[in-house]
């Protein structure tokens, strides 16, 4: 196991490595709507006034049945995918298909693969917003119908299909242009290429960023989408030079092809605040909790980068053009702020570490700071939001919250199946406190077993990475 202190310089860059994934499906409904199957249901077992099972056993007890104990969890739990039109592979909102899939569908939830939802759920780390995760009687009810020989029950209509989530407001919609990507080639993008488009919004006022949406144009092609807001006219990181004139340079070094690359989160030398907006596969409707909102000012502009994978090489010669919703408000109770930590790729920049080859758990283990979140004359932060992200390699993460004693005190998130196929922001019910001397500490385990050299971390789909994203309220 490696420890490994991050560099407080590295905060912002780690972010411009966000992403190198396989192409992986994600629930979202068609372009552009929707997302991911619902939330937990508290249903079973609620069939009192829907008729009698009419199904019963050897023994004479009542058998499970579709219509009495499952489908109640289905539609309220499954169904936004797995209906007519929907983005699963086959429907359960009737009998008949939900009978033929009933094995395949208890396995997986039995295995917790689905409905998605990788962190965990049992109040044992965390207490989730929104949880998608079913309850353990929930699961067994389904198990328990698949073995009782899926019995149909009697037929209902009062289950209705919910409608598929969205925002409840649109203020803004912005889109990249139609751009065909090109593998970079190197180490760390053999298949790979990292884009970044600018984008006015014309704010004439500052505003409150409290959700998104992101509709990938060719979601084979594209891999992540960040929306980075700039200040045109402030200053960048390299001296004397403001952001507009940085980002002009970069665009003039490509005249023939739009945008400019950008492995440096908005480009090398462009001065950036935070990333409100992130997709990955199978990330759906983001909604910044507790009445916050990221600050966005007056003039700013927005830089999108694009992290196009053509690892499959049929999708050369192909096209995107990704489309973002936003919300935002006037004003919010509390401005809320984000950051990427990685402390896996941070040692790109220091001290490389490589993960051995050939061992099915290997693991890698970073901590930071929570002084780094807390506001000079504050006694405290409040931690609102986890995102997990890892590469093929992932097998799980674990972030906690860490006393001066090195006791901890929180559990940030445990991701005990990592899937790159389904990435989400996960908001807490209640945040947790990040108080001054506390540290975060996050575990990252690999499974090398199925490369044929040692795994360093990096922006490639090859390359590996041990990131926690963080959204916090002051």
Known sequence: MHHHPRTPSLAIPALAALFALAAATACKGEDPSGDD??????????????????????????????????????YESCVSCHREGGIGPFVLDDYATASTWAAASAHAV????????????????????????????????????????????????????PELPGLDVVSDEVH???????????????????????????????????????FPGNEALVHHALLIPVSPEGESDIPGMSNAEVMTALDEESPDRLGWPCFGLAGEGVAAEGVPVTWAPGQGVVEFPDDSGYRVG???????????????????????????????????????YFDVPDGFLDTLFEDPVALPVGEDAVSFTWEVPTDWYIAP??????????????????????????????????????VPRWDFGWQLYYFYEQPIALLPGHRIEVTCTYDTTGSPEPIYPGWGTHNEMCLAGLYFVP
């Open 110 to 161: 039995d295995n917790r693969v689905m409905p998605p939802w990788l962190v965990t759920s049992d109040g044992s780390c965390g207490e989730w917003a929104d949880s998608r995760a079913l309850d353990q009687e929930q699961i067994d009810t389904i198990l328990a119908w698949v073995e009782d020989g899926t019995p149909e029950g009697t037929p209902r209509d009062d289950l209705s299909v």
């Open 37 to 74: 199957e619902a939330g937990e249901s508290d249903t079973h077992g609620d069939h009192g006034d829907h008729g009698d099972h009419g199904d019963h056993g050897d023994t004479g007890e009542a058998l499970v049945t579709f219509w009495q104990d499952v489908a109640p969890i289905y």
């Open 298 to 336: 007056a003039g700013d502009q927005y830089v999108v980068q694009m992290h196009y994978n053509m690892a499959n090489t049929a999708l050369i010669g192909q096209s995107d053009s990704t489309a973002i919703r936003l919300r935002y408000a006037d004003e919010v109770a509390k401005q809320g």
């Open 377 to 414: 004359g504050s006694e405290q932060t409040q931690l609102w939001g986890f995102f997990p992200h890892m590469h093929d390699y992932g097998v799980s993460l674990t972030a906690r919250i860490l006393d001066p004693e090195g006791q901890e005190v929180a559990c940030v998130g445990d």
């Open 176 to 214: 990249t242009p139609e751009f065909i990507p090109e593998p970079e080639g190197g180490v760390f993008s053999e298949f790979d290429e990292y884009r970044c488009f600018l984008i006015d919004p014309e704010l004439d006022a500052d505003t409150f960023m409290t959700g998104y949406e992101v």
